[in-house]
């Protein structure tokens, strides 16, 4: 019997000695000026970062060349009888987006043994660590302002359907001694003389009212001829033109900014303003009185505050054969203009969430 049991306890060391060495691997926090970056597999822990959209509309209205005629002519009253420019938020968008959190970087090596250290990036695919190798971290927030606009003036197409130039004929009477009497002759005399504006305002109007008889008389049964359902838009657009000529045009100009913000990790309220927005001169780099604010708020919700946090502000231990990674919290983000509501939602902020750690074996699982 201890012969037998010398060999098996033989036969135990022999095995274990033939197993190979243990693989360990360390992972240290580092920072983004330090010297190990090249010694190891480096990854940091993702932070969310906010890209706010705005999708800005920029109305001019140049008044019509017959404004003065309209309420003359056509009994339309209150044509604009000035060129104005007004602006409005047409719609905003926030997007929520995953970045390297360069606070929260850490450094994986192998001490002894081998393992594979891609795993770790199919834990960045979940967005529990962010691969840091592929490229290096760039903190980004741009504003882009909306650049004025040319002030030149919108041409209007004349669509007057007689001449711009009319033939006068004037009569006058010449006195002509005949023996001892005066006789009056009739002498004419031609002349080309330009139509006025009020001429030509009157004559656009004839036009409209004209289109408008034949729109009424087609959709009546009153006209000679069936019109299609093409040929009553043509009539609408057509009218609409010559309605530019008394109430004037819009033209609208559309612009887009873009705005990046990264929330503070352990805040619990943020308030940030964006940019201010007036409807006279649209986004603004500077004050205006007549302008109002337009901000960003994050609220935290702490849903997740029950977690085993290593916590923020604390010196992070060296981690054996474990990794670091987050898990977030959500946030109630608010953008308004004033005390209006713009928009309302609620996303996932990775920094105000809770940083754990995990054995590497469960990283690729």
């Not at 929260?104 to 967005?127: A, F, I, K, N, P």
């Not at 009212?209 to 959709?219: A, G, I, P, S």
């Not at 898990?327 to 928009?343: F, T």
């Amino acid at each position: 019997m201890k012969t037998i049991f010398k060999f098996l306890l033989a036969g135990t060391l022999f095995l274990f000695g033939c197993g190979g060495p243990k693989s360990v691997i360390e992972t240290v926090p580092v920072n983004t000026s330090s010297s190990e970056l090249q010694t190891g597999y480096v990854y940091a822990l993702p932070q969310t970062t906010f890209k706010v959209t705005v999708d800005v509309v920029k109305t001019r209205l140049i008044r019509g060349p017959y404004y003065r005629f309209a309420e003359k002519y056509l009994s339309i009253r209150d044509a604009p009888d000035r060129n104005s420019t007004s602006w409005r938020i047409d719609r905003i968008n926030l997007k929520s987006m995953e970045e390297a959190d360069p606070d929260q970087m850490y450094l994986v090596r192998q001490v002894s043994g081998e393992q594979d250290l891609s795993t770790l990036l199919r834990m960045s695919q979940q967005g529990l660590i962010y691969d840091f190798n592929v490229g290096r971290y760039l903190e980004t927030r741009s504003f882009n302002a909306v650049p004025g606009d040319p002030a030149e003036g919108i041409l209007y197409t004349d669509l007057t359907e007689r001449a711009n130039i009319v033939m006068s004929i004037d009569t006058s009477y010449k006195s002509i001694k005949m023996d001892s009497t005066f006789i009056k002759v009739p002498v004419t005399s031609q002349q080309l003389i330009v139509k006025t504006i009020d001429e030509k305002a009157q004559e656009a109007a004839k036009v409209i009212l004209k289109m408008r008889r034949k729109r009424v008389n087609v959709l009546t049964g009153k006209g000679e001829m069936p019109v299609s359902d093409a040929g009553i838009q043509k009539l609408d657009e057509l009218e609409e033109e010559y309605l530019a000529l008394f109430l004037g045009k819009n033209i609208e100009e559309r612009k887009r900014i873009a705005l990046y913000v990264t929330p503070t990790a352990g805040e619990v309220f943020e308030h940030q303003e964006l940019f201010e927005f007036s409807s006279s001169s649209g986004i603004l780099t500077q004050h205006e009185d007549n302008s109002a604010v337009v901000s960003l708020t994050v609220k935290r919700q702490r849903e997740i505050e029950g977690l085993n946090n290593y916590g923020l502000g604390k010196q992070l231990p060296m981690q054996t054969n474990a990794l670091y990674y987050r898990v977030p919290d959500r946030a109630e983000v608010q953008i308004n203009i004033g005390d209006e509501i713009l928009l309302m939602e609620r996303v996932s902020v990775y920094q105000y969430g809770a940083i754990l750690s995990m054995p590497v074996s469960l990283a690729g699982k």
